[in-house]
């Protein structure tokens, strides 16, 4: 797209490199010359925080890892010494640590500008791809960066994770056991991730530039989705974006600076200065913020798909999440890149959006917390005053334990008995209690939850004990909406936006009338 150089070397020095090394000429057409559609809105400015990000991360973490023990018995406090004794440490570890969220949040809106805007359609779909990889490489980074302070929700969190990779069938226990380099999370498993994560950003960066190659190929997308026809419909790079890319890169780096010295442990979880302790469980096991959205995906599998069972199924969905992303640009149907012009498109898009924020909020809750009122009830069924007989009772066979036990509930029944309880003993063997006589008595207890329930169903029990041991339950347990609910109708529209209304929508929506030319809606 960026046609013939026009750099011109202006001394004999630039001249002479030209000739052995044409590094300013690259410099000067990608980011000088390199024409640009000029209809760029704000959004196309997020790329330019990306590579900020990117560059504060790897120049914070080699200087991190100068001073990180990676080694169990002294990670925590390494981390700690950092933050209090190394000159600056705290500053360091704190545009580390926020500058990971700041990271994942510019990213999430790159990715947004690209669904709606279809930054993934052709001729884009290598820049796609390449996009996501990245994505994919950041998540991993990102997971394996939350392990390495060795807090509890560290420690935790990587048991989790890892546990995951136990329920692919065949090969999963021996993947389990090659990552975390043993049976168990242990000092090869911090060695390993701390590799991994020292490496993963460099990795990243190489992907990064094969991504501008890609964009420079191809050109880039805007606002209409319409192709560059002229020089008309494009500008120079600098000044013009550049002035756009500064201008928010400053905005942002305010929000930056506002987490790092006003909130730096706003984004974190308090458990994480808790060292590592792998004989207490915290009651809540949460990753980071930016990874809750598919944390809600694996846990909203909370059932057998066929012979694919509940842990299986939620790994599979969980990366699947990820995978459909790949694949966007042969799903998408329509012929119209920009959802600017699809009415209809864009209103399951922005229901996407919601979706997701949604599944972040449900990753970072209880998922058994009830989010409508339900009343659970129970009756409690029992017999006072009256004689207490007991005895015992033998099946012929244990086949033909149950029979026996109902043909004897039957004939106390018949004869008066108001309450009869059989406690079994062995295989054939019960013992047999019956109150005749006496008066029956009921009463109905309610509360909001389960637990609540069970525990005035025992406090009636003991009240009840007190006159009689003899007592039947019967509980009313009502259908709940709970956040595993919830997560599991986001993750269906989730999957059905990329697999079902994307595709059909291409096919049936009649989109609106597209400009000619990026110059039209600009001049007119």
């Known amino acids: 797209m960026s046609g013939p150089s026009t750099y011109e070397p202006k001394s004999g020095l630039t001249r002479w490199l030209d000739k052995r090394l044409p590094i300013i000429r690259l410099a000067h057409d990608s980011f000088v010359a ?11 400015t997020f790329g330019a925080m990306l590579s900020l990000c990117l560059v504060v991360q790897i120049v914070s973490g080699i200087v991190l890892a ?30 580390h640590s926020v500058g990971a969220s700041m990271f994942f949040l510019a990213v999430y809106i790159h990715m947004f500008r690209g669904l709606y805007y279809g930054s993934y359609k052709a001729p884009r779909e290598v820049l796609w791809i390449l996009g996501c990889i990245i994505y994919a490489l950041m998540v991993v980074t990102g997971f394996l ?13 990587a048991t989790v994770i890892t546990n995951i990779l136990g329920a692919v069938p065949f090969i999963g226990e021996s993947i389990q056991v090659w990552i975390r380099g043993g049976g168990s999370i242990d000092q090869p498993t911090l060695n390993r991730f701390f590799s991994l994560h020292y490496l ?20 880039q997308n805007n606002p209409t989705g319409v192709e560059v026809k002229s020089k008309a419909d494009t500008v120079a790079f600098t000044p013009y974006a550049t002035a756009k890319d500064l201008f928010a890169t400053t905005l942002f780096l305010i929000l930056f600076a506002t987490f790092v010295f006003y909130m ?15 004989l207490q469980t915290p009651p809540e096991i949460v990753p980071e913020w930016y990874l809750l959205p598919f944390y809600a995906v694996l846990r909203a599998i909370d059932f057998n798909i066929g012979p694919i069972d ?19 640009p042969w799903l998408d149907t329509s012929k119209v890149r920009s959802m600017r012009y699809r009415p209809i498109a864009r209103q399951f898009f922005l229901i996407f959006v919601v979706v997701c924020l949604a599944l972040g909020w449900c990753g970072g809750q209880n998922p058994g917390k009830i989010l409508l009122p339900a009343t659970f009830s129970a009756t409690l069924n029992w017999v006072e005053g009256g004689q207490v007989a007991t005895q015992a009772i033998e099946a012929p066979g244990e086949s033909q334990f149950d029979e026996t036990a109902a043909a004897t509930r039957a ?6 008995a108001a309450m009869v309880m059989i406690q079994r003993l062995n295989a054939t ?5 019956s109150v005749s006589g006496g008066a029956a008595q009921s009463r109905t207890v309610t509360a909001a939850t389960q637990d609540e329930l069970e525990a005035e169903i025992q406090h009636l029990k003991d009240e009840v004990g007190a006159r009689t041991p003899f007592f039947s339950v019967a509980r009313n347990i009502p259908f709940t909406f709970t956040v595993t609910t919830f997560s599991q109708i986001l993750t269906l529209y989730y999957f059905l936006f990329f697999l079902v209304i994307l595709p059909i929508l291409g096919l049936r929506e009649t989109p609106g009338r597209v400009p000619d030319t990026i110059a039209k809606p600009v001049t007119a």
């Open 145 to 157: 960066g939350y392990t390495l302070p060795w807090g509890q929700m560290s420690f935790w969190g």
């Open 411 to 416: 004939s106390l029944t018949q004869g008066g």
């Open 66 to 95: 100068m001073h990180y023990i990676p080694h169990v018995d002294h990670a925590f406090a390494s981390v700690q010494r950092i933050d209090r004794d190394v000159p600056y440490g705290w500053l360091i570890q704190n545009i």
């Open 34 to 44: 390199y024409p640009t559609p000029r209809n760029l809105n704000y959004w196309w």
């Open 429 to 433: 063997d019960a013992s047999v209690t």
């Open 310 to 328: 509940s842990k299986l199924g939620g790994v599979i969905a969980m990366f699947a999440s990820i995978g459909v992303l790949f694949v966007l």
């Open 264 to 278: 730096p442990n706003a984004l974190g979880h308090a458990d994480n200065y808790i060292p590592a302790n792998p």
């Open 200 to 219: 993963l950003p460099f990795v990243i960066a190489g992907v990064v530039a094969l991504h501008v190659w890609a964009l420079h190929e191809s050109g």
